[in-house]
């Protein structure tokens, strides 16, 4: 019934800029990189079955439910608390106001998400895995991947765990290297097939690389320049030779278009090879002569973005709830408990009850999982201090994801730890 409810007030899906841009690749059947050329692939295709937002949307909704179905029914099945708990996760105002979007970071999430859990299904009930499943895992794997950039880098977490489960019943020594050593060249050889199925798509049925990581080297540069006070961009980025920092402040906000795409931006994209080997050198040796300026452009917005701002409080605002109202203000600070700030503490606090809980028997599986979903989550919000292009709370998506995933494994593993008489584990691995 809530799976019932959730489509019905959801369906089809909300397209953001993104999602269009991509969405009009996939209707043209021409691909660039600045957006996952293989999620418009696959676009186009399901738009011979359906044309629309409406089999994306469902495919994304397959995955959230399907790892929720496995969370509540095949590892915590007898719990019926955290049942309860898990079928709430997508009402989360920071899961639902998100999961109703097309979106790169829905399929990341989703996806990952529901591999995850699949893991988390192996480890608790000691099984292992099939030649097939893992043939669908591996496959599975490199879509999800593909859809996001920094999907890349919390790939190898999520195979460490994926090899834990197949090394684990193994006799050999050096169980925990050979899973590291796997999961490093697993996670090479996905991303190398990955880089060449978006160079076919981009050269063969698009017009090549948008070589979008030049933005971030821009914004970068942009937000240096302003805690500096002097401009730190090559001249030929900028639109004319007076452009001052002032004229540069004025454009800088969590978005880079403002400063690059529109008539009024105070710079440029790079027009050849050259130019962008002097954009990437100027940006190293901007980065190593004003350090702090780096620190102070990234580390504001990421705080601000990504601990301070509410998802929830941004819908409210996006819907009309902006007046001042007695209950419109209550409103909107109710919302703003939305903010990863306020969960950040028991994010902590899941570190310390697994690092705890992996030392005995009963609790070690659950602890397991409780790590692995944790960590990737961490990894995403650590990485994007350096590795995103501007900063939107959405980014974060993947993250708060992780998070309601996890409470289940550290609220079993808390109350296991309240017992006494707990056996100390004899394996690590």
């Not at 209707?27 to 186009?44: F, G, I, K, R, V």
């Not at 859809?147 to 006799?171: E, S």
């Not at 529109?262 to 954009?279: A, C, I, M, N």
Request: charged content about 15%; overall charge positive; some cysteine.
């Amino acid at each position: 019934m809530l799976l019932a409810l959730y489509i019905s007030i959801f369906a089809p899906g909300k397209m953001d800029i993104d999602a269009g841009g991509i969405y009009e690749h996939a209707l043209a059947h021409q691909y660039a990189d600045h957006h996952p050329p293989l999620m418009a692939y696959m676009w186009h295709y399901l738009n011979f079955i359906y044309q629309g937002p409406l089999l994306m949307f469902l495919i994304n909704m397959a995955l959230l439910w399907g790892a929720l179905y496995m969370l509540a029914f095949k590892i915590f099945n007898n719990q019926r608390v955290l049942q309860y708990f898990t079928i709430l996760i997508p009402f989360m105002p920071q899961i639902a106001v998100h999961g109703r979007i097309i979106g790169k970071d829905v399929i990341f999430t989703f996806g990952y998400g529901f591999l995850a859990m699949f893991l988390a299904y192996l480890t608790i009930h000691n099984k292992k895995i099939s030649l097939i499943q893992m043939l669908c895992f591996l496959i599975t794997v490199v879509y999800f991947t593909a859809v996001k950039f920094q999907a890349q880098f919390i790939l190898p977490i999520l195979l460490l765990w994926l090899f834990y489960t197949l090394l684990r019943h193994a006799t050999c020594a050096y169980k925990k290297s050979m899973a590291i050593i796997a999961s490093a060249i697993t996670s090479f050889s996905i991303m190398t097939m990955i880089d060449s199925i978006n160079h076919h798509l981009v050269t063969e049925k698009g017009s090549g690389s948008n070589h979008s990581w030049q933005y971030v080297k821009i914004f970068d540069l942009s937000g240096m320049s302003i805690y500096s006070n002097q401009v730190l961009l090559p001249q030929f980025l900028l639109k004319h030779p007076k452009i001052s920092v002032e004229d540069i402040q004025k454009k800088y906000q969590i978005a880079w278009e403002p400063l690059i795409v529109y008539e009024d931006s105070p710079l440029r994209g790079t027009k050849d090879e050259h130019e962008r080997e002097l954009l990437l050198q100027t940006w190293w040796k901007e980065v190593f002569n004003h350090p702090v300026s780096y620190i102070q452009h990234r580390g504001k917005l990421w705080f601000r973005e990504f601990f301070l701002a509410s998802c929830a409080k941004g819908w409210l605002e996006e819907i009309g709830i902006t007046g001042l109202s007695p209950l419109q203000k209550a409103l909107r600070l109710f919302a703003t408990l939305a903010a990863f700030i306020f969960l950040f503490p028991f994010q902590i606090m899941f570190f310390s009850i697994g690092k705890r809980a992996l030392n005995f028997t009963e609790t070690k599986h659950y602890a397991t999982a409780l790590l692995f979903l944790s960590s990737m989550g961490c990894a995403l919000l650590a990485l994007l201090f350096v590795k995103s292009l501007a900063v939107t709370v959405r980014y974060i998506f993947f993250t708060f994801y992780m998070f309601f995933l996890s409470c289940p494994f550290a609220y079993h593993c808390f109350l296991e730890l309240k017992q006494k008489k707990l056996q100390p584990a004899t394996d690590q691995l």
